[in-house]
């Protein structure tokens, strides 16, 4: 039997319909049930705290709860690890914070590779650090600091958060880059190093906005300038660490990733979900006051983003001959 062309067109267009309704109608029905959110680093800290408010809106929004689940350990990554090993369905997300782009080098023998085996989902923010000294430090600017550890060479003691954290790769980059020597000071977490330093016990730090931002707007720490390319929202009157040091620029990324081979669909409609949360001027205000610049994109633009930040970290580890804590 022959048919007639104009049928046969509609058919062959019906067929071609049919491989995508399974994956509109997983993307529709998800998420069916609780999500789990790991963060790879301890309640309270600036990696739980950014998920935890975005987590609040992506339940109310979908009509389930999105859980934090506390992994910490190993710099975040046994966190990282227990998303790598998870079902890639789409109901476990990890909280990607700027140690996953460090660890990618800092560590020798990770069973998995971050840009390989997590899917990315979503940015979420750009943060900067502060570059910040106990105010009995004789230098009251970038350029004063870096004269004065040109010459009294190892006499500043540089405190962070632990070898290869965020803090201590913003100042070997600094120190790389500025050309002078500090020692450096690793400390169990931020919170003993800021203890240390508003004791005036270490003299500088390059610590998280969202660690320090009270301390320095009460005059408990002296920031001298904010690490990222533009000044920040939180601390508009300080500089920019680059007005002084061309071409600097350290900042952390905070986003989403899910195991690799999660569905498409499933990334894509938790982007978007994403980005609409991202969107409400309550969530902008909370972040700008964490001193988070928003990152909206798509999942593409985020992958871009971290292959950026694992190469860049990379040479920094190397140089400084960091080691894991």
């Known amino acids: 039997m022959r048919v007639p062309r104009r049928h046969f067109l509609q058919l062959a267009a019906g067929a071609a319909v049919l491989p995508a309704m399974p994956r509109l109608a997983r993307a529709q029905a998800y998420p069916a049930r609780p999500v789990r959110w790991i963060v790879g680093f301890a309640a309270g800290g600036p990696q739980d705290i950014v998920a935890r408010l975005l987590a609040q809106s992506l ?3 979908l009509g389930q709860q999105f859980v934090i689940e506390n992994r910490a ?4 990554n046994i966190g990282t690890e227990a998303v790598v090993r998870s ?13 996953a782009t460090i660890n990618a080098t800092l560590y020798d023998n990770l069973s998995f590779v971050f840009l390989r085996d997590i899917a990315p989902v979503a940015s979420i923010i750009r943060t900067s650090n502060v570059m910040e000294v106990h105010p009995s430090f004789p230098a009251k600017t970038v350029p004063e600091f870096i004269a004065y550890a040109k010459a009294n060479p190892s006499k500043i003691n540089m405190a962070s958060a632990g070898s290869g954290s965020s803090q201590h790769m913003a100042g070997e980059l600094f120190k790389m880059m500025a050309g002078i020597d500090m020692v450096h000071v690793p400390y169990r977490g931020a919170a003993p190093a800021l203890t240390d330093l508003l004791a005036g016990q270490v003299q500088v730090m390059f610590d998280n906005m969202t660690s320090s931002v009270e301390h ?3 005059g408990r720490l002296r920031g001298l300038a904010v690490t990222t390319a533009a000044r920040s929202e939180a601390l508009p009157d300080l500089p920019i660490v680059g007005d002084f040091v061309p071409g600097y620029e350290a900042s952390g990324i905070y986003g989403i990733g899910v195991p690799k081979d999660t569905p498409p669909d499933i990334v ?3 982007n978007r979900e994403i980005n609409t949360a ?8 909370r ?3 964490l001193g988070g610049l928003i990152l909206f994109g798509t999942s593409a633009d985020f992958a871009k983003v971290l292959a950026e930040e694992v190469e860049k970290w990379g040479k920094v580890v190397k140089f400084s001959g960091a080691k894991p804590g």
């Open 59 to 61: 339940s109310e929004r």
């Open 73 to 76: 350990g190993a710099g975040g």
């Open 87 to 99: 079902p890639a369905d789409g109901y476990t997300m990890l909280m990607i914070g700027p140690s």
């Open 216 to 218: 320095v707007r009460a």
């Open 268 to 270: 894509d409609k938790l």
């Open 278 to 285: 991202l969107s409400d001027p309550r969530i902008k205000a």
């Open 287 to 289: 972040l700008a006051d």
